[in-house]
């Protein structure tokens, strides 16, 4: 089911809005989501109104709040205040907002239950909602780039990530979602590894990851509106070399 690419859902005169669910409130919320699409030397452009899933990995509770591991939960807040959305839904074991970027709609999500378990709230999520792979955006912790580094991705492995590994799973195995990589760095010297994940953020660190996360709220707007275009190519350039003095 979730291997398979579906077709956008278009229309070239009156592109009708997605709707998540047949709850009145939803369809009320995304009847309105229409665009007026502009004509160029008497041809029409077409436009994908396909939603995305966006998730963001993490802990739930206080105990967790600002950590590493949870910088996936920060970068869903903060997409949440840039479009005006509300986490207010709990639905599929997960913290939901549902709102829209520029005309597409998305769906933020939170897994409640536990990092190793997060793909029991995507899985059911994304057939719900009837969201294909390509529109499953995962939000993620990642050692293997440097702190408040980050790096947008079509799709690619679990990078020995509990949290991935299991989405994976409950997306019969299929690897071909795209993910948004937040750098964290590595453990200092012999730390331990599950320490150094539960840890919060040194000062310095905190100012790089704060920077990193607005840069990223931009990169998942343009990727919403624009999928995996030549901008996306100069966001993760930018974010590669953004540290390197010249």
């Excluded at 109104?49 to 967790?64: D, E, R």
């Excluded at 959305?85 to 769906?107: D, F, R, W, Y």
Aim: include cysteine; charged fraction near 20%; glycine fraction near 10%.
């Amino acid at each position: 089911m979730f291997c398979a690419s579906s077709s956008p859902i278009t229309s070239p005169l009156y592109p009708k809005a997605y709707k998540f669910s047949q709850t009145k409130s939803n369809s009320k919320r995304f009847s309105s989501l229409r665009a007026s699409l502009p004509v160029s030397d008497n041809k029409l452009l077409k436009f994908e109104y396909t939603p995305w899933l966006i998730v963001g990995l993490g802990n739930p509770g206080l105990k967790y709040y600002g950590t590493r591991h949870n910088i996936g939960f920060e970068m869903i807040d903060h997409i949440a205040r840039a479009t005006d959305i509300s986490m207010n839904t709990i639905q599929s074991k997960a913290l939901v907002g549902i709102g829209s970027v520029g005309e597409v709609p998305i769906l933020l999500v939170k897994p409640q239950g536990y990092m190793n378990f997060s793909g029991e709230s995507v899985g059911p999520l994304a057939a719900y909602y009837q969201i294909p792979l390509r529109h499953i955006l995962m939000i993620y912790d990642d050692m293997g780039l440097s702190n408040g580094v980050l790096r947008l991705q079509p799709k690619g492995g679990h990078s020995q990530h509990n949290g991935l590994k299991n989405v994976t799973e409950h997306l019969n195995g299929c690897r071909g979602y795209p993910r948004l990589s937040i750098g964290i760095g590595n453990p200092p010297g012999n730390m331990d590894m599950k320490a150094f994940l539960l840890q919060k953020f040194s000062p310095l660190e905190r100012k790089q990851m704060d920077e990193g996360l607005e840069q990223g709220v931009e990169g998942v707007k343009t990727l919403v509106e624009e999928g995996f275009s030549d901008s996306i190519s100069r966001f993760n350039l930018g974010q590669k070399y953004k540290f390197h003095k010249v």
